[in-house]
Each structure stands twice: as structure tokens, then as C-alpha cells.
């Protein structure tokens, strides 16, 4: 990095910090494990069952009935408690009728049995079947019945509305039955709660717990980051219904679909024609020819980041997909243009979570024995820099929907604007993203031994440069979040363009 350059990155990384501190939101979310969850729900049946003087049975069945929502359970029981029992299936004792014979017959086998043996739930008391008969009941109910039947399980008998509660459950039902039912029980906990849901990350089994069921985005310990209001992943700056409108498109231009194909196996060097299979990394390419250009859009280097992310119906791109469906169909044309790139970030994004565990669980502790640090928090700034690059990648794609949906041919100004403020952001993450990649390779080739002083040194320089192109880029990044998010509206106050 030279002396200009330099000055450059330490500039905007102080007005980086700065912007940081001021825009810094206290988290008002809880990231939850297995036994985080099955504490709270245990914590939540007792406080019903002490305040209502319920069985621990009783209250599940009524946290279960109203949502998991232990106030809502307060308000109704004491508003009307015999309208409550009557609509949970938790009848009143004046509504048990015990028989007084010594035998009787189950009503499921017809097999005749004494009355001590026979059993009828807690909350009917009519109704008596015999230990088989109900184990086999609720066997069946809990394997064959799906998550939520044998939560809301009842009685036998047709015309009977009382309810089988995990007490009964835990009295009759075999151990590996109870351990489904207990975790049918906490999955219901969790998908029927308003401020609770599932990390929509791929094998994660962490649960948010959001009081704030207002907010948007929200990240999980398995570092996905998603939207809570849809759960997909985080798509600031476009809302919820855009997403889904993006993603049913690929159903009117089903070519569409061609393009992760394209954009891995599809591209040749536009000087020498050599055929060119790019693995990972960002979009600077260097052929064997010398030839330096930009995968994504095959332009020159050198012009690459004031022609790549820009749409006119009127450019010819060089693009290899896009001439395919742009002829004669300009909306497909466009569309693809823009789906190209969100495609094409989609997948580095995927890539720099790859490469953001890999620094977790690899690279820091290599870089702490080749620099013999005692602390690895010393390191940190490598994972803040995978961090900044996953979330910037996220918003770069979703940058593109934003131009397609938000952003006419038509509107000149708005599109400089535009181009302008996501170029500069671009332009940034590629500069992080080959530091934190590239540049990053000789370091970790000096693990295992001492690193001589001048190593050091240089290792200090590399240290300087990737944390402040980490607040460089955290700085364009939030400026053009901000600018999305308030429509542009820079430009009114704006005379004529000064880009």
C-alpha cells in the first residue's frame, strides 16, 4: 500500500470507528440452545401450575392451547375459568362421575377388568379404558399421529373433548415414547410462540428468542443471519414482499436458472480465449497471458469497477449469459444483468462463510503459533474481516434487486446516484476480500516456527491494512444501506451530479 493509498484507508477507517460507535443498537435478542429452551418452557409450566393451582399436566395443556404465552393463560383463566376448561379439555371435578362397580368392561378390547385397573384421564373421569388399550393409544398417537396430535390428544371416546396431559404421558407411555413426546413438546414451544424461532441456517439447532417482534435482522452463533419477520436470510436494503417477488421471477425467465452453471464453468480469457475455471476468491482474474479482468463482467481491470454493475439497454456487455436471453427481450435482459450479479455474490457470500469458519477453527491458531502470541484474541481482526466481508457480500447481492426493482432506465439522476455509491462499495469489498484471501496465504505458509523479525514486521503492516480496509468497508457499506433505505432521497438536495 503506498503513502496515498494509505492515507486514503486511515481516513475513512477514523470516520468508520466514529459511525460505529454512533450507530451501535444494543442486541434486544437471546440466542438459545436445547437446554436454554427446555429450562424456560420447564420455568414457564411451573409458574401456571403455582399461580393456578394446576397439575404440572394442566398447565403444559393450557401453555399449549394459548401460544406458550403465560400472561394471555393468566388473563383468560381468571377472566372465565370454567370457559377455559371447557375449551382446553381440563373439565371441572363436578363434571367426573366415577363408577361405583367392582368390574367392568374396557371400551376398547370389550375385556372385562376390575375397576381399580381401569383408567380414564385426568380430566374426564368417565371414561375407563385398561393400561394396554392406553399405552397402545398413546403409542400410536405419539409415532404414527404427527408433532402435533398427540399434544392435542383426548380421550378415546369420540363424543369425549378431555384432554390427555403429559402427566398421564409420563404415567403410561415408554421411554423412548416420552422422549418424543417431550420433544414434539418443545418444537410446539418454539414454532408456536410469537417471539421464538428456529435459526433458518442449514443443520442448526439454535432457537432466537426476540422480544422485539417489530425488528428485521438477527444472527445466529452458526453465524447465518436472517430476516425475522420472513426468515429468510438477511436482505437489507429490500423488504420482505421484494424478496419474494426476486425469487418468483425465476419462474418467468426460467433460464435464469443456467446462470451458477455459467458463472462456474463458462469463461475464457477475453484477450487469449483460454478456457478459465475460477474456484474461489473475488472476480480479479489474472490469465496465464497477463491479461488482467473481471470475471463477472470480462472487462478490463484497469475499468472494471465504472462499467461492472451498471445496466443500460443501450451497452452491449460482454457478459457470456447475457446476450443468450437478452436478444430481442430487453425485461429478460435486464433481469438477467441483475440476477447475474446477485448470483454471483450469492455465491462468494457462501464461499466467505466457508473461509470465515476456516479462521475460526484454523487459521488463527496457525497464525498464534507462527507469531507466537499467547492470546489469540490478538487475531481477532481476522475474523472481524470474514465477518465484514459475509455481511457485505449479503447486502452487495441484495443491492441488485434493489436496482432492479426500485431503480428505472429513465430516472438518470438517480441511477448515477446509484451506480455511484454501490461502485464505491464494491470497489472496497473486492480490496478486503483479496487482502483477507490472498494476502493472507503467505502468513499462514509460516506456521509451525518462529517467524524472523522482519516477518513480523511485515505481519504488522498486513494487521494495519486489513483492519482498516475492514472499517473502510463497513463505512461504504452502511452509507449505502442508509441511502437504500431512504429511497435515494440524497438527491433532491443535490444540483447537477457531481460523479
Not at 436445547?34 to 414457564?44: A, M, P, R, V, Y
Not at 443471519?225 to 425469487?247: A, G, L
Request: aromatic fraction near 12%; hydrophobic fraction near 30%.
Amino acid at each position: 500500500m503506498d503513502s496515498e493509498e494509505e492515507d486514503y484507508y486511515y481516513s475513512h477507517a477514523a470516520v468508520a470507528e466514529e459511525e460505529q460507535s454512533d450507530n451501535s443498537k444494543e442486541k434486544n435478542y437471546t440466542i438459545l440452545k436445547g437446554e436454554d429452551i427446555s429450562k424456560l418452557q420447564n420455568d414457564e409450566i411451573s409458574t401456571v401450575s403455582d399461580v393456578l393451582f394446576v397439575s404440572r399436566g394442566a398447565a403444559c395443556s393450557l401453555l399449549g392451547y394459548y401460544d406458550w404465552n403465560v400472561d394471555i393463560v393468566c388473563d383468560q383463566w381468571f377472566a372465565d375459568q370454567s370457559r377455559v376448561c371447557e375449551s382446553v379439555g381440563l373439565y371441572t371435578l363436578e363434571k367426573n362421575r366415577h363408577r361405583q362397580s367392582s368390574t367392568s368392561n374396557c371400551e376398547i378390547c370389550l375385556e372385562k377388568y376390575e375397576f381399580s385397573c381401569m383408567i380414564s384421564t385426568n380430566a374426564c373421569g368417565e371414561h375407563f379404558y385398561c393400561d394396554n388399550c392406553w399405552k397402545t393409544y398413546i403409542h400410536v398417537s405419539i409415532n404414527d399421529g404427527g408433532p402435533g396430535s398427540c399434544l392435542t390428544l383426548r380421550c378415546p371416546e369420540p363424543s369425549c373433548h378431555a384432554i390427555v396431559d403429559a402427566d398421564m404421558i409420563d404415567s403410561l407411555a415408554s421411554y423412548e415414547d416420552k422422549d418424543k413426546y417431550y420433544r414434539h413438546l418443545q418444537r410446539s414451544y418454539v414454532e408456536n410462540s410469537r417471539k421464538r424461532k428456529w435459526c433458518s441456517g442449514p443443520g442448526c439447532d439454535f432457537v432466537v428468542q426476540c422480544e422485539d417482534t417489530d425488528m428485521h435482522d438477527v444472527t445466529c452463533h452458526c453465524s447465518n443471519k436472517f430476516c425475522w419477520n420472513c426468515s429468510n436470510e438477511s436482505h437489507r436494503p429490500v423488504d420482505c414482499k421484494t424478496v419474494q417477488e426476486w425469487y418468483s421471477n425465476v419462474q418467468r425467465f426460467p433460464e435464469v436458472a443456467n446462470i451458477d452453471w455459467i458463472l462456474t464453468n463458462a469463461r475464457r480469457c477475453p484477450k487469449c480465449k483460454r478456457p478459465i475455471e475460477k474456484g474461489e476468491g473475488c472476480c480479479h482474474i489474472k490469465c496465464p497471458c497477463g491479461f488482467e479482468f473481471c470475471w463477472l463482467c470480462l472487462g478490463p481491470w484497469t475499468v472494471h469497477h465504472h462499467i461492472c454493475n451498471k445496466y443500460s439497454s443501450t451497452t452491449t456487455t460482454t457478459s457470456s449469459f447475457r446476450p443468450t436471453v437478452g436478444h430481442g427481450n430487453l425485461e429478460k435482459s435486464r433481469y438477467a444483468h441483475y440476477y447475474e450479479r446477485w448470483a454471483y455474490n450469492d455465491s462468494l457470500m457462501k464461499r466467505a462463510l466457508v473461509d470465515l469458519s476456516r479462521a475460526k477453527t484454523e487459521h488463527i491458531e496457525k497464525l498464534a503459533i507462527a507469531h507466537e502470541l499467547v492470546d489469540n484474541a490478538q487475531l481477532n481482526f481476522v475474523t472481524e474481516a470474514w465477518v465484514q466481508i459475509v455481511e457485505c457480500r449479503r447486502v452487495l447481492k441484495w443491492s441488485y434487486t434493489y436496482a432492479y426493482y426500485y431503480i428505472l432506465e429513465r430516472e438518470k439522476r438517480k441511477k448515477s446516484f446509484f451506480d455511484c455509491l454501490q461502485g464505491e462499495a464494491e470497489s472496497a469489498l473486492e480490496r478486503l476480500h483479496y487482502c483477507a484471501k490472498q494476502e493472507m496465504v503467505q502468513y499462514l505458509l509460516d506456521a509451525g516456527h518462529v517467524v524472523p523479525s522482519m516477518k513480523k514486521k511485515s505481519f504488522n503492516n498486513f494487521q494495519s491494512k486489513l483492519v482498516c480496509l475492514t472499517g473502510v468497508t463497513k463505512n461504504f457499506f452502511e452509507n449505502l444501506v442508509s441511502a437504500f433505505e431512504n429511497g435515494l432521497s440524497e438527491i433532491k438536495s443535490l444540483g447537477k451530479p457531481n460523479f
